[in-house]
């Protein structure tokens, strides 16, 4: 039986931006989609770092801890002076598109990381979640109960 990999159950529709990527465009991309992590890549598509929803939000709450008019403005005045190259998780691990996903798992589960960008030949092609995995997963476990459930 050939062994899943992780280019299987990735995300491949990545949402990126690039160093020079003030916060605020980081932020419009948190609150527009349903996304956790946003990888850092420069111009030729290698990943650079990652901007996770946590780090995000601890950014955040550092100054406005409390939410109201008042700090929200504070936050994006803060937010449209820094670049995401100053925020982001620099020596991010990645991970190859035809790695098996039991090495994103094991990657996960040594490391506490909940994404891993996905490359191939050294360009971003995807992001693998833990999300993901447990899709994948739950599907897999779904599938042979059923089987052994029929007659």
């Keep these: 039986?050939?062994?899943?990999?992780?280019?299987?159950i990735m995300t491949d529709k990545v949402i990126s931006v690039g160093?020079?990527?003030?916060?605020?465009e980081v932020s419009a991309l948190f609150d527009?989609?349903?996304?956790?992590?946003?990888?850092v890549i420069d111009n030729d598509g290698q990943a650079l770092g990652?901007?996770?929803?946590?780090?995000y939000n601890k950014l955040q709450d550092?100054?406005?801890?409390f939410l109201c008019e008042a700090a929200d403005e504070r936050n994006r005045k803060f937010f449209s002076t820094l670049l995401a190259s100053e925020v982001m998780?620099?020596?991010?691990?990645?991970?190859?598109?035809?790695?098996p996903v039991k090495i994103a798992i094991e990657t996960f589960l040594e490391n506490l990381f909940h994404a891993l960008p996905v490359i191939d030949e050294g360009k971003?092609?995807?992001?693998?979640t833990s999300?993901?995995?447990?899709?994948?997963?739950?599907?897999?476990?779904?599938?042979?109960?059923?089987?052994?459930?029929?007659?």
């Excluded at 160093?19 to 605020?24: D, G, I, R, S, Y």
């Excluded at 990652?50 to 780090?55: A, V």
């Excluded at 550092?62 to 801890?65: D, N, P, Q, R, S």
């Design 50 to 55: 990652m901007i996770s929803r946590l780090d």
């Design 89 to 99: 998780t620099k020596n991010i691990a990645t991970i190859d598109v035809n790695a």
């Design 19 to 24: 160093p020079k990527a003030l916060m605020t």
């Design 62 to 65: 550092h100054f406005t801890l």
């Design 32 to 39: 527009s989609n349903r996304i956790h992590h946003v990888p």
């Design 124 to 128: 971003l092609v995807g992001i693998v």
């Design 131 to 151: 999300h993901d995995v447990l899709k994948y997963l739950y599907g897999k476990e779904k599938t042979a109960a059923l089987s052994q459930s029929s007659p």
């Design 1 to 8: 039986m050939k062994e899943i990999t992780v280019k299987q």
